[in-house]
C-alpha cells in the first residue's frame, strides 16, 4: 500500500523559508510523479506544481514561481517542497499527492491523485 | 488561472441524489477528459473519488458518479449517506500545462 509520510509542523517568521518533506515507501519512488497542493486555513484546495522524481524536472503554478523550489533525494525515496519568502498568507497545510501515471519518460502522467501525505501545517506569524 | 466554478453548498436527506457542478473553461474541463473529484472529510487530506470524468477507483461505492458537458464537470451522490457529509473538489488538467481544483463544495446531510 502506497505511503507518503511528509514532516511535522512548521511555525516560521515572515521573510523566512520553509522546506516541507513527503517520504514515499511501498512503491517505486522514481516511476511517478509527485505534486504539492496546500490549503488555506477555511480555504479551498490550490495546485503548486510537480516534480518529476526521475530526472529531477518541475513544473511550477505561475503564482509560485520564483519563490517555490521542489527537490528529491532519490537515495532515501523523498521529495520536497520549500517555500521562500514567507508571507503571513502563506500560512496552511501542504500537501504531497502521487500522480498513478507509471514510467520513466517524463510523459506518464495521468492527470489525478491516487495517494496524499497526510498534510503539514505551516504557520507564518510575527 | 482562475480556480473551477462550484457551488458553496449543497445538502439532501438520507436515500436522496445531489448534484455538485463543476464549471470551467474550453482551456480546462472543456479540453480534456482529465477531471477528477476529490472527497475532504474535516482535518483530512483528500480522496479521490472519481478520475477521467467517470472512472471510480476500486473501492468507492457505486454511489458516486461523474459526468462533463462542454465546460461543466459534475458530480453525482445517489442515495446520499451520513457519511457523505465532506467538503468535495473538482480538479482538471489546463491547456496551459498546469492543473485548477474547484472552489470547493461542502455537502451537507439534514
Known amino acids: 500500500q502506497v505511503q507518503l509520510v511528509q514532516s511535522g509542523a512548521e511555525v516560521k517568521k515572515p521573510g523566512a523559508s520553509v522546506k516541507v518533506s513527503c517520504r514515499a515507501s511501498?512503491?517505486?519512488?522514481?516511476?511517478?510523479?509527485m505534486h504539492w497542493v496546500r490549503q488555506a486555513p477555511g480555504q479551498g484546495l490550490e495546485w503548486m506544481g510537480w516534480?518529476?522524481?526521475?530526472?529531477?524536472?518541475?513544473n511550477y503554478a505561475e503564482r509560485f514561481q520564483g519563490r517555490v523550489t521542489m527537490t528529491r533525494d532519490t537515495s532515501i525515496s523523498t521529495a520536497y517542497m520549500e517555500l521562500n519568502r514567507l508571507r503571513s498568507d502563506d500560512t496552511a497545510v501542504y500537501f504531497c499527492?502521487?500522480?498513478?501515471?507509471?514510467?520513466?519518460?517524463?510523459?506518464?502522467?495521468?492527470?489525478?491523485?491516487?495517494?496524499w501525505g497526510q498534510g503539514t501545517l505551516v504557520t507564518v506569524s510575527s | 488561472q482562475s480556480a473551477l466554478t462550484q457551488p458553496p453548498a449543497v445538502s439532501g436527506s438520507p436515500g436522496q441524489s445531489v448534484t455538485i457542478s463543476c464549471t470551467g473553461t474550453?482551456?480546462?474541463?472543456?479540453?480534456?477528459?482529465?477531471v477528477s473529484w476529490y472527497q475532504q472529510p474535516p482535518g483530512t487530506a483528500p480522496k479521490l473519488l472519481i478520475y477521467?470524468?467517470?472512472n471510480r477507483p476500486s473501492g468507492v461505492p457505486d454511489r458516486f458518479s461523474g459526468s462533463k458537458s462542454d465546460n461543466t464537470a459534475s458530480l453525482t451522490i445517489s442515495g446520499l449517506q451520513a457519511e457523505d457529509e465532506a467538503d468535495y473538489y473538482c480538479f482538471s488538467y489546463t491547456s496551459s500545462d498546469t492543473y485548477v481544483f474547484g472552489t470547493g463544495t461542502k455537502v451537507t446531510v439534514l
Open positions: 474550453s482551456s480546462d474541463v472543456g479540453s480534456y477528459n482529465r
Open positions: 499527492a502521487r500522480d498513478p501515471g507509471r514510467g520513466y519518460s517524463g510523459y506518464n502522467h495521468l492527470y489525478y491523485f491516487d495517494s
Open positions: 477521467e470524468v467517470s
Open positions: 511501498e512503491y517505486t519512488f522514481t516511476a511517478y510523479h
Open positions: 516534480i518529476n522524481p526521475n530526472s529531477g524536472g518541475v
